[in-house]
């Protein structure tokens, strides 16, 4: 957005240079051509501090105060004033504060199309949220003074050890990580009310959706949009993890050798792919490994394991980059609570895995720190834990939201609970 302001600036001045030129004058000329730099500069200077607002909006005062200084104009100069104050009031997040971190899967755009009655339905109904309900969730997070945070920013891989980190962070202000499984928009799911891929249309995110214009149907564009009118919500730009198979291709692109095979098509699906995956990284998203062919990790042999991590060093890696992050499918960790330990362990970190992603909803906030590895639980919202809560059988949701505000009623299971 600010690279097409700034263009449109130029061009401003362009068309007042080329009225200059009109005039046949070098005296003229001259004139318009400072007329143009001056245009420029002032549209620069707008630019530039509107960028520092935004990004002290995200709590990263440093960074605003770098672009401040290079300005030198009174306004500037007050800017970095106020932003200093602001840096001198952080709190501190502890190093070793476990953070809550809440899971989804793609969203249900259609809930009609999702609950036509086909066998799919239950599916749906137990793994997915709509996309009324997540809109909801993330209102009611927000306004509970939760922020994005990633996990890296939580423990960090240095000199060979993984390490827990404090945060400066608001005052009462809560971190909160985010993720999405599955962001593969699978064959199985055509028709059914899903976004089909996720792309880049005039330097933005969006998704497209068979029958409908290009736009935000899923979790993705829907947190971009919403960080944009609140980027308090996000700590230093931070936005979400994105768990990625193989075996469908990747972001809704057929792009797998194993599956589909060498071909122009594929070769195309890839660029597609590729070119996504660095505007989502540039934009504040991570990917994590979700496997190739969304294997259960813990129940099957270290064999298994590593042939499918061939496959997603092939398939996946190269579209998406290498990521140090494990999104356990099924949840389906390799251990219990206890330390990491055995051959699963070791070979997995040997292939460069530092983050582990297990689900258990059973508590708020769950991590655990090895000396080489950072593992964190995470909570499932779907179907089935919003009938829990809906149900009173839980309370893991109650910190984050209200789930009778926020279940869907297009829910063919509804019923059960409204009388
Ligand atoms: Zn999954």
Known sequence: MNMNRKWIGVTLAGIV???????????????????????????????????????????DYARAIRIVDRLKTTEAKQKRKEY????????????GTSVPHLFFHSLIA??????????????????????????????????????????????????GRMIEKGLPFPKGKKPLVLSQDDVNYYEYMTGDGF??????????????????????????PIVDAFVNRHPD???????????????????????SYAQYGSSTK?????????????????????????????????????????????RYKRDVAPLIGTTRQLIYPFGSDIQNWHGYTGDKYRYLTQQGFRYFYNVDASQHAWKQLGKDYYRQARINV????????????TKVLDPFFDTKTVFDPMRPVVKKYSH
């Open 17 to 59: 240079l080329v009225s200059g030129c009109n005039q046949q004058s070098a005296v003229s000329a001259t004139k318009a051509k400072q007329t143009e730099r001056q245009a420029t500069d002032t549209d620069y200077i707008r630019q530039e501090l509107k960028r520092a607002d935004f990004i002290a909006a995200q709590y």
């Open 84 to 95: 200093a104050a602001k840096q001198a009031n952080l709190g501190t997040i502890k190093a």
């Open 110 to 159: 259609e809930p009609k199309r999702a609950f036509d009655g086909d066998r799919k339905q239950q599916g749906y109904d137990d793994y997915m949220v709509t996309q009324g309900e997540f809109e909801r969730i993330l209102n009611a997070l927000y306004q509970r003074n939760y922020v994005l945070v990633r996990p890296t920013d939580l423990a960090v891989w240095k000199d």
């Open 195 to 220: 976004a089909t891929t996720l792309k880049v249309k005039n330097g933005r995110i969006t998704n497209s959706m068979a029958g409908k214009p290009d736009g935000a149907y899923d979790l993705v």
């Open 233 to 255: 919500f996000s700590y230093h730009g931070a936005k979400g993890l994105l768990g990625i198979t193989g075996y469908n291709g990747v972001l809704g692109y057929r792009s």
């Open 266 to 310: 594929v070769e195309q699906a890839r660029q597609q792919a590729k070119a996504t995956a660095t505007a989502l990284k540039k934009d504040g998203w991570q990917f994590a490994s979700h496997t190739y062919g969304h294997i259960a990790i813990g129940k099957v042999s270290l064999a298994t394991i590593q042939t499918d991590t061939a």
């Open 382 to 393: 779907d179907g089935i834990r919003l009938r829990q809560a809906l149900a009173k059988k």
